[in-house]
């Protein structure tokens, strides 16, 4: 058996060197990247991407003649399911509108790239038109620095300093205050629970780093939610809200707790009854809002509130220009973590909440973890796409040493060890110890300020 494979593989080795060039251009939706690379040198980026990248990035594009044939046919199905499985671009890009093109995906092309890993070896021996030329490098690393500049800029940043997946903090964004000190006091008020002893700060504890520091959160009548509480810091740059992106913003988000029977085990009509009853803020809250005690009144404020709960740290000092601002050490552990790829999903200002990645891309997490159950399946909950099913939101590693335990079900405390499963399960790399300390002394420079305090 193992003769005839060797045998089969190697006639699809000579067919492929005896066919002419295969064109696996896949067309391009009006409304693809070709909208906005219509500039030298990047109006081919997006020709490129579908030529040599999107048949194995995609569950559907179209596959040459002889994927018919035993061992390739399966060679390229695992191949493409791979490629689909850390990045669709046709989903991701292709058919996406211009300016959707998340961080992570950027990065992803990028660090590929950089690394000559993509298109991989094995494939190359049958589409060594694939590889990619100097000039096509140098145009999509031109791509990925003019839609960084253009759609991810940070005020006040030099430019310079921008040409990486991971960026400063904004030091702060635009908010109403009387909203924002509404939106304090029902952050803070257990009254929003059924039995008026769960406030918002219950699970996301400022003191605590944004969250209650406990595996799982405990709500009204003492019961125990089945998925981490994610810190409120700096929460307003994900993209979507909650593990499985089931809320589009803060707002969406403040609406589920209170609402949620293990949590708040309320509503905003038992809520508006309570408050209504308080003179003094009733006052207050129609001084803010003429209308009264409305739903989308109570979760702005709260949002609105969130919104200013932002953490820069001396990693920001970093990014900024300011070399003495990490230790030698942090400095390396910083480089391990970018040659690790990490980069690639931890990007953006919070170094996080870009995008939804499949928890054990290299080896099976739940295998080894056992018992998967709902909440790990994660994005599929929302979009029943079964390429969705254990996809979740990236966490931000900003003050990530204060907001154990780790992971969508907080299964470590460690943070050594949290370091080491990442390596382990989405990078398939097992780290040396000096390599994961140094990896925890640069997260450590992560831990950021509220008030002039520096976070616990």
Known sequence: MKKKIALALIALVILGLALPVYNLVVPLPANSLTGYVAQAPLRDVAAILAEKCVVCHSLDAPMPFYAMFPVAKQLMAHDVATGAKHVNLAREILELTPGTVS?????????????????????????????????????????????????????????????????????????????????????HDGRLSKDNTISCASCHDLAKGGTDQAQFSTGVGGQVGDINAPTVFNAAFNILQFWDGRAADLEAQADGPPNNPIEMASNWEEIAGKLSQDAEFTQAFTAVYPDGYKKENFVNAIAEYERTLLTPSAFDKYLRGDQGALSAEQKQGYQVFKDLGCATCHCGVILGGASFEVMGLRADYYKDRGNPHKPDFGRFNVTNNEADRFRLKVPTLRNIAVTHPYFHDGSTSDLGKAVETMAKYQSGVALSARDRDLIVAFLESLTGEHEGKKLQ
């Open 103 to 187: 961080e992570a995906t950027l990065a992803k092309i990028e660090y590929t790239t950089e690394q000559n890993s993509m298109p991989p070896a094995q494939y190359l021996i049958m589409h060594w038109n694939h590889l990619l030329s100097a000039a096509e490098k140098e145009a999509i690393f031109a791509w990925i620095q003019a839609e960084r500049s253009k759609r991810y800029a940070v005020a006040g940043v030099e430019p310079e300093l921008l040409k990486q997946a991971v960026r400063p903090l904004p030091e702060k964004i635009e908010t109403n205050p009387a909203k924002v000190a509404l939106g304090d006091k029902l952050y």
